[in-house]
């Protein structure tokens, strides 16, 4: 991760309506199939406020972050069980510890993201789950995308193969954050268009605090769809992989 980017995480995630609407959307997910007690392993874990979030909900928690930064920053805020770790290298637990394994946009991340999949199924319980969001549509991959180190963006036929090479099966999948998905398209038609190439760190749009109520409030809506009927579009995807 580009140190800006962490400064940004730090910055924004308590508040902003996109980091606050993908923890509230994983704290349902967890509270729902797989709640505490046990033992939660988060794959990267930024500036560490989603894991101090399921530290509070009673998890046993541990994490991991290629960033040093990442990792003292998550120390002082009370989190002891963080290390450095690059997730494709077999991972530092005990067997088949894990109750759920939380990875929140990492795959897309990874050179072989099979083999991230492989070392977290290898940490999971038989009766836990592996909660995982990938951002979606090959077509929308962008200068956004590569300057935050995406090496793809998903549909779900790939997210599933990744599952299915990494002898997981896929509990449940759907789209998420539909609402925001007009107004990235147009965006990034624009600047493909105008052949925008910016050369700074990228940046979370700001937006005035009554937009942000309103993007939370139209995200707790797509919450109750999940669980109801699923999403059939949106910018990103989660679901749940089991052994």
């Excluded at 990492?106 to 038989?126: F, G, I, T, Y």
């Excluded at 991959?141 to 997210?159: I, P």
Aim: proline share 6%.
């Amino acid at each position: 991760m580009d140190p800006g980017h962490l400064s940004e995480l730090i910055e924004l995630e308590e508040t902003y309506w996109w980091h606050v609407a993908k923890r509230k959307l994983v704290i349902d997910i967890l509270s729902r199939e797989y709640p505490a007690p046990g033992i939660l392993i988060e794959g990267g874990i930024g500036a560490a406020r989603n894991i101090l979030e399921f530290s509070q909900m009673g998890y046993e928690v541990a994490g991991f972050d290629l960033m040093q930064e990442s990792v003292d920053y998550g120390r002082g805020r009370g989190l002891k069980n963080l290390s450095v770790h690059e997730l494709s290298q077999p991972w530092p637990v005990t067997p088949s510890s894990a109750k759920v394994i939380v990875l929140l946009d990492m795959m897309e991340h990874m050179k072989d993201p099979v083999q991230l999949l492989k070392n977290a199924a290898e940490a999971l319980s038989d009766e836990g789950g592996i909660i995982i969001t990938v951002p979606a549509y090959p077509l929308l991959f962008s200068n956004w995308d590569q300057k935050l180190g995406h090496h793809c963006r998903y549909t779900k036929k790939l997210f599933r193969q990744n599952a299915e090479q990494a002898g997981l099966k896929v509990k449940w999948l759907t789209h998420w954050n539909s609402f925001t998905l007009p107004a990235a398209i147009l965006s990034r038609g624009a600047d493909r268009i105008l052949n925008r190439n910016p050369d700074e760190t990228p940046r979370f749009t700001r937006v005035p605090h009554y937009v942000n109520r309103l993007l939370l409030t139209c995200a707790g809506v797509e919450r109750k769809l999940i669980h109801l009927t699923g999403v059939p579009f949106g910018l990103s995807l989660v679901g749940v992989l089991v052994k």
